[in-house]
């Protein structure tokens, strides 16, 4: 007791000890990844997990995966840090072949991965952190929510596997990709180049998931040039066109398309790619411009310093031995970025970038080999090393130019100052604003003393080698002029101050991120004096409707009511709700549209369902009633919103199960039964428990004998009879079935047999309509009723008694057969007469008399046998005129014979009487030893003898004379014949 104290009174010390130690601090967090995270069938799966909070940051935590997959309750373990058992046999399995892997980033977190995901990995992946402390005060699990969706991307390009173009050639490639994804998804496409030798491929154009175009490097100045663009025709086609192909350009040429999905956290994820098949591209060389070595080009400007506002002026000369009848392309660059450019025909194009000050540039070809550039007003930006590129140009026969290696000529160095004006602007650094809302930049001026112009211009923020594009300018005299491709845009640029300029848009969408610049330029005199710019970057926060799908109970008996609740948070715009059910794995039916005018419009039976909007502060609740639940309303339920005209989001799918209720059907328990052959049985259930006011019920008899079942018949719920396809046609004919009130279900069987016995189960199924008028079976009750059937009692029964009888040759003797007791009333009997000697031994068969009556005399005798039948139980057979042969021992057989519908007539016993044994004399010397017999005869002398002595004897001695001849034998009289048949003697057939 002492120890147990003690050892209570540590534990204690050292809980609050703990306790003590840990307060103040924080508390243990553990964060992954927040869900759902939408991934494709065969892409990768990586989860982070980290914890925080404990006391000792430095030691090594170990961690703990688990996954629960839907529709199961109970977690699966998948992996730990230290304990390398832990995972169930798949997982192990999965993670010995390092399909699956769970190592440490950092003492405090984990790296869990999958390389190929499949769909049985949907679910919810639980990280848990193995607590090395006494105490628990934090979070030590966090899940993440995994929905692996199927791969619906598809790409495809005209089938061509090679194909072959001349230098400077025009080369159109077609890309078609699409996506059936339910989620909302981003789509980009890239056409990529994968040179001779070299493994990896460059891009060429790419179109990024805001529809924002950028050229791949190495072809920057193509794309500016206009040489090279992507455009999109219709929903899902895109044409990649190279105006003049290279040399460089030879290898094959692909195309790629992206699927990005935005996660929780807002950012984006490559769920899938996938690529077209690789063409062959053969460019092949033309002639080449002889002597290009001869080629010099030199660069000249009037200033190498100049001020903002100035004119810069760049001379480029072209030499060659032989300069007339020569063509040159010759083109300025600015730190690889190429201002303008002048072909052969004398075709004046400007850099992608330059073009928004296009009516800055000026270009001229002052001589056959002399080249001028000039841009007034420079700007800070505009210094930089400067250099002229020439390209001798050939023309063919066909009028092309066929373009020489360029040759470029020694960069030159301008500075550029800011004037005195000390023209100045500011703008915030970092502009972020919610999807939908309205966008408003404002751009300050300081430092100004003539009139003022404004150019708002913007690039995507997704690469760094996108160029700025002019969106819409304010002139000095305050003309407004909106770019072509911003046509459509609702956007406005102001100047509500002298001092302020603004670009407000409106209804911003996520595509419109990026840098947005603000060029002012200062003017006197209508000449552009000095030039400013300055960018802020903007963020377009993509609007995230949360949609949560719940129900109090999502699992009713038919008949009750279901609720669903559907809550959409973080609601800034009008939306549109739909509800959608899934009854299998291909098939989803919308239920109803709530739009946001408040129309609502009905797809499926509106009876069956009820609908309720409730608004709060931070959220819309729409609650779907569906009123008395059948099985036409089981499956998966999911409230969807639409928003933005095209935005999508989708609440968690949400399973009602509809179950039947349970079977309250309660059946009497019939006792066994036993019966003879050809009885007929009756077999009862009946219903005692009180039935609903829709049930029907299903009944199915079945036989069980030596442990195998059989289904003797069955009716259904709508009382359809049907035999089990073992019973045969002569069974079937035996059996019924009836139902009466109750309700009871009776299985007749008429006139049964042996192998009638057995175990008899009622099996009785209630069917109930549920509200929606479909039938559904409960389950089955069922009871045992014991059957034996034996074979009939035998009953009959034949006097036994042993007799002897003495007859003269003269005198008939009769053998009778009387039974005494039999089977049954509608029995019917076959008797047969047997004679036999004593000195043989052996037995014959004197006479029959068959149950149809027929009559057969098996010795032949003729006239001598009379057989006689006065009662129905009476038989005899009489001799007529014995002879000594006659004499022997007689005795009779009976065969009982009863008639059943299974089996016809049958024989069911079988007995024999006793022995009568006869004794045949010649005249006057019979006797009978058994009991006196009294002779016709003597009598017939007696009275002749009393009427002559009546008168002469003494009464004395008549006596005494009659006394004499009654001691000698008196013949008992009256015959067993009752009626006479005459015999058969052809014998007939037995049944």
């Not at 204690?12 to 869900?35: D, K």
């Not at 020694?410 to 966008?439: C, F, H, K, Y």
């Not at 022995?915 to 017999?933: K, Q």
Request: glycine share 6%; charged share 20%.
């Amino acid at each position: 007791m002492r120890s147990s104290l003690q050892s209570l009174w540590r534990a204690n010390l050292l809980f609050y000890l703990g306790l003590f130690l840990h307060c103040g601090e924080a508390r243990v967090n553990t964060e992954a990844p927040t869900g759902p995270l939408y991934r494709v069938v065969g892409s990768p799966l990586s989860l982070s997990c980290n914890v925080s909070g404990f006391t000792s940051a430095s030691s090594q935590k170990e961690f703990e995966y688990r996954v629960q997959r839907p529709g199961n309750t109970r977690m699966e373990n998948i992996g730990s840090t230290r304990d390398p058992d832990f995972g169930y046999s798949s997982y192990k399995m999965r993670m010995g072949e390092k399909e699956i892997t769970l190592t440490h980033v950092s003492p405090n977190s984990v790296s869990f991965e999958i390389t190929s995901l499949k769909k049985s990995d949907q679910g919810e992946y639980e990280c848990s952190v193995v607590n090395p402390d006494y105490i628990y005060d934090g979070t030590y699990t966090a899940v993440t929510s995994v929905k692996v969706i199927d791969n619906s991307l598809s790409v495809s390009s005209p089938a061509s596997t090679s194909l072959s173009y001349n230098e400077g050639d025009a080369y159109t490639s077609t890309c078609q990709a699409s996506s059936n994804t339910v989620q909302h998804t981003h789509l980009s496409l890239s056409w990529f180049l994968q040179k001779d030798g070299e493994e990896t491929a460059q891009p060429i154009i790419s179109l990024d998931r805001y529809f924002t175009l950028s050229p791949g490097p190495g072809f920057e100045w193509r794309y500016q040039a206009g040489l090279i663009s992507l455009e999109k025709v219709g929903e899902a086609t895109y044409k990649l066109k190279m105006a003049q192909l290279q040399l460089s350009d030879r290898g094959r040429v692909f195309c790629r398309a992206q699927e990005w999905i935005q996660d929780p956290d807002r950012s984006w994820y490559s769920i899938t790619q996938k690529d077209t098949e690789k063409t062959t591209l053969q460019v092949i060389a033309r002639e080449v411009v002889p002597d290009t070595s001869s080629l010099a080009v030199r660069v000249s400007v009037q200033s190498t310093s100049l001020q903002v506002g100035q004119k810069l002026s760049i001379s480029c000369n072209v030499n060659t031995q032989n300069a007339e009848g020569e063509f040159f392309s010759v083109a300025w660059f600015r730190g690889g970025v190429e201002l303008a450019r002048i072909g052969p025909t004398g075709v004046l194009s400007v850099g992608h970038e330059y073009r928004v000050r296009e009516e800055e540039l000026r270009v001229g070809r002052i001589s056959d080999k002399d080249f001028d550039l000039r841009l007034q007003p420079v700007i800070i930006e505009d210094q930089g090393e400067y250099l002229c590129r020439a390209w001798p140009q050939k023309r063919g026969q066909d009028g092309a130019f066929t373009q020489g290696v360029a040759q470029d000529s020694s960069p030159q160095r301008i500075s550029i100052s800011a004037t005195e004006s000390g023209l100045l602007l500011e703008m915030q650094n970092d502009t972020r604003v919610n999807e939908n809302d309205a966008l408003k930049l404002m751009c300050k001026v300081h430092g100004y003393t003539g009139q003022l112009s404004v150019t708002w211009l913007r690039k995507s923020a997704d690469t760094s080698s996108a160029l700025f594009t002019t969106v819409i300018s304010l002139s000095q005299e305050g003309v407004v002029a909106k770019a072509e491709e911003f046509e459509s845009w609702k956007i406005i640029a102001t100047r509500p101050a002298t001092d302020t300029f603004t670009l407000e848009l409106d209804g911003v969408t996520p595509s419109d991120s990026g840098v947005y610049q603000c060029a002012v330029s200062e003017w006197e005199k209508n000449r552009k004096t000095n030039s400013r710019s300055q960018t802020t970057r903007v963020t377009v926060t993509e609007l995230s409707v949360n949609v949560n799908l719940i129900s109090r109970e999502s699992r009713v008996t038919v008949g009750n009511n279901v609720e669903l609740i559907c809550r959409v948070r973080a609601v800034q715009v009008p939306i549109t709700v739909t509800w959608t059910l899934q009854r299998d794995a291909s098939t989803i039916d919308n239920i109803l549209t709530v739009y946001a005018d408040g129309t609502i419009s009905w797809s499926g039976d509106q009876h069956r369902y009820q609908l309720k909007v409730q608004k709060t502060k931070n959220e819309f609740i729409h609650y779907l009633l569906i009123n008395g639940a059948s099985h036409r309303e089981k499956g998966r339920y999911q409230c969807g919103v639409t928003y933005n005209i095209n935005k999508k989001s989708s609440s968690n799918w949400l399973a009602v199960q509809v179950q039947d209720p349970e079977s309250k059907l309660v059946l009497t328990s019939a006792p066994p039964i036993k019966a003879h052959i050809d009885d007929d049985v009756e077999l009862k259930c009946s219903v005692i428990s009180e039935p609903s006011e829709s049930s029907r019920y299903a009944v199915t008899w079945q036989l069980e004998q030596e442990a195998v079942s059989k289904v003797i018949v069955s009716s259904d719920q709508d009382a359809k009879v049907t035999f089990g396809p073992e019973i045969e046609l002569s069974q079937r004919q035996r059996i019924s079935v009836k139902r009466t009130k109750g309700p009871s279900f009776e299985l007749s069987i008429r006139q049964a047999w042996i192998s009638d016995s057995g175990s008899y189960s009622c099996e009785v199924v209630e069917w109930l309509q549920d509200p929606g008028g479909d039938w559904s079976s409960l389950l089955p009750v069922s009871k045992t009723t014991n059957l034996t059937v034996v074979d009939s009692e035998r009953k009959l029964s034949i006097s036994r008694k042993d007799g002897e009888l003495n007859v003269s040759r003269s005198e008939n003797f009769t053998v009778p057969c009387h039974i005494t007791e039999q089977s049954s009333n509608k029995s019917e009997f076959q008797v047969t007469w047997f004679w036999g000697n004593k000195t043989e031994n052996k037995q014959r068969a004197v006479f029959t008399a068959y149950r149809n009556a027929t009559l057969h005399d098996w010795l032949k005798k003729g006239d001598q046998l009379r057989f006689g039948h006065p009662l129905p139980n009476q038989f005899s057979l009489t001799v007529l005129k014995p002879g000594p042969e006659d004499g022997g021992l007689y005795f009779c057989e009976v065969e009982e014979w009863i008639q059943s519908l299974s089996h016809g007539w049958r024989k069911v016993t079988k007995e024999q009487s006793g022995i009568l044994t006869i004794y045949v004399h010649e005249d006057g010397n019979a006797s009978a030893v058994s009991e006196p017999v009294c002779n016709a005869r003597t009598w017939i002398w007696i009275l002749v003898a009393f009427n002559i002595c009546t008168l002469l004897v003494l009464l004395l001695l008549v006596l005494k004379i009659c006394r004499s001849p009654v001691s000698e034998g008196k013949k008992s009289g009256k015959s067993l014949w009752t009626e006479q048949h005459p015999l058969n003697t052809t014998p007939s057939a037995k049944d």
